[in-house]
């Protein structure tokens, strides 16, 4: 009968990993040069390097003992708090790294419970002093129009980008202005919107992917409080977008070239007052919206019903700006799913279709028989796509697509507000809380 070992503790595990680092450093610095080629070719250990502690070039380390810093990383960013979630983890990896071989292989000290700890605070310092607050600049592409000349949805600020340009010009151009004047400038200038962010204490990448998704999701607040016919090209600058200048070449039977050219713009002109409008037609809906987005700046400001709005609004935007139908409605359904199901069950046709009716209806019971109906056959067309039974370039799915976009946006709308009156009474409510109160929403219909 196998006896258990206890289990090691983290300090433990640490010390035993970092010791493997340590001997097998020194095993491959001994090898021949024809044995070391042997080693880096089994296993899949060629390319895992670790730099020199002298700073001359990288050290041989091989797979396991690479993946063991990591390891020994990730390990103790759990004990830190948030941090895991404001810092690049390939950053904090690179610092435990430089510390490991300065403190093991450079000095040679021994290694111990202290000695790990040290490190391990020398690599957390290291990499909280580039935690800051970052303000971001995205240029975007929102309408034509320059009325308003700047707004806000949430967290972040929209401002024309001419005026941006002009007002900030000194600022911009403080650093390197020739190269700025040169590329900087001239890209901006290509969009006609430029969106303001500020995220708090991250380091730079992780701050830059928070700027983007908050951005994102500012442009999807957009898609779903003015709806898709306005805001498919809405984007930012690095996402890509369909061609709105093309050209094309054909031969008839007479052996004569025909051509065709074919020009649009990438943004339309806005609705007359779309803005005041939304707010006097929308200002509750905007204000939810809104304040779900600051969950994308700072996740801990998040809860589990916003970040379940947020997964959902960032499913119907891809759907909006998704040029392919069969691949719009599969992300319809997927933001509907996510706003709907809360745990696994074998009827989850059911249950999606009838809580989407009933967002959408919100109580009306002629409507809700309608979104009912429509949302059986939206699921049915969304489950035969997925299981092959109807091609994805069927004539009948651009029909189909228009009308789950109708019902996902009336789901989402209606749904932001259930989360809402959910959470005035359960602040920090659970799948289980959003389950019971479906339940009870179900047996008042």
Same mark, same amino acid.
């Given at each position: 009968?196998?006896?258990?070992? $206890? ?44 730099? +020199? ?6 050290? $041989? ?11 020994? @990383? %990730?390990?103790?960013?759990? &004990? ?35 000695? =790990? ?8 310092? &290291? ?22 000349? *700047?707004?806000?949805?949430? !967290? ?20 390197? $202005? ?21 995220? !708090? *204490? ?57 051509? @065709? ?18 707010? *006097? ?17 700072? !996740?801990? %400001? ?27 409605? =599969? ?28 967002? /959408? ?7 809700? @028989?309608? /979104? +009912?109906?429509?949302?059986? %056959? ?8 997925? +299981? ?15 009308? =789950? ?21 359960? $602040? ?7 389950? %019971? ?7 008042? +219909?």
């Amino acid at each position: 009968m196998a006896i258990n070992e $206890p289990q090691m503790t983290i300090a433990q595990q640490n010390i035993r990993d970092i010791t493997f680092v340590v001997s097998e450093v020194h095993r491959l610095s001994a090898m021949s040069a024809h044995d070391l080629r042997t080693f880096m070719r089994r296993d899949q250990n060629w390319g895992y390097h670790i730099p +020199h502690p002298e700073e001359s070039g990288l050290l $041989p380390c091989g797979k396991e003992a690479y993946f063991k810093i990591g390891e020994i @990383s %990730k390990r103790y960013l759990v &004990t830190q708090g948030d941090l895991d979630q404001r810092i690049d983890q390939d950053r904090f990896r690179k610092a435990v790294t430089k510390e490991l071989l300065s403190r093991f292989l450079k000095e040679e000290r021994q290694v111990n419970e202290r000695q =790990v700890a040290r490190m391990l605070a020398a690599a957390i310092k &290291t990499v909280k002093k580039r935690i800051y607050d970052l303000t971001h600049f995205v240029p975007c592409v929102v309408f034509l129009d320059k009325i308003p000349d *700047q707004f806000e949805i949430g !967290p972040v600020r929209f401002i024309w980008m001419k005026d941006f340009l002009k007002d900030n010009s000194e600022m911009i151009t403080s650093r390197d $202005p020739e190269l700025v004047r040169r590329d900087v400038i001239p890209y901006y200038s290509r969009f006609p919107w430029v969106a303001q962010t500020t995220v !708090p *204490q991250c380091d730079e990448p992780t701050s830059a992917l928070r700027a983007s998704a908050t951005v994102e999701g500012a442009l999807d607040a957009l898609r779903l409080l003015i709806g898709n016919s306005y805001t498919a090209r809405f984007r930012q600058a690095h996402t890509p977008v369909a061609l709105s200048e093309s050209a094309s070449l054909r031969q008839d039977n007479s052996g004569r070239i025909g051509f @065709s050219i074919n020009r649009e713009w990438q943004d339309r002109h806005a609705p007359d007052g779309w803005f005041e409008r939304l707010n *006097q037609q929308g200002g509750w809906y905007l204000a939810l919206v809104g304040n779900a987005l600051t969950g994308l700046q700072d !996740p801990q %400001k998040t809860s589990h019903l916003t970040q379940r709005f947020l997964d959902s609004l960032n499913w119907y935007g891809q759907g909006v700006r998704e040029l392919n139908s069969a691949s719009a409605i =599969v992300k319809y359904v997927a933001a509907l799913e996510r706003m709907t199901i809360t745990k696994k069950s074998s009827t989850i046709t059911n249950i999606l279709t009838r809580r989407a009716a009933l967002l /959408s209806s919100v109580g009306n019971q002629d409507q809700y @028989s309608e /979104s +009912h109906i429509l949302a059986k %056959k939206i699921y049915d067309y969304r489950s035969k796509l997925m +299981h092959g039974s109807i091609s994805p370039s069927s004539k009948e799915l651009s029909a189909i697509r228009l009308k =789950v976009c109708t019902l996902t946006r009336l789901a989402l709308l209606a749904g932001i507000d259930f989360f809402s009156a959910i959470e005035t009474t359960i $602040p920090r409510a659970t799948s289980a809380d959003l389950e %019971k109160a479906y339940t009870q929403l179900e047996m008042s +219909h």
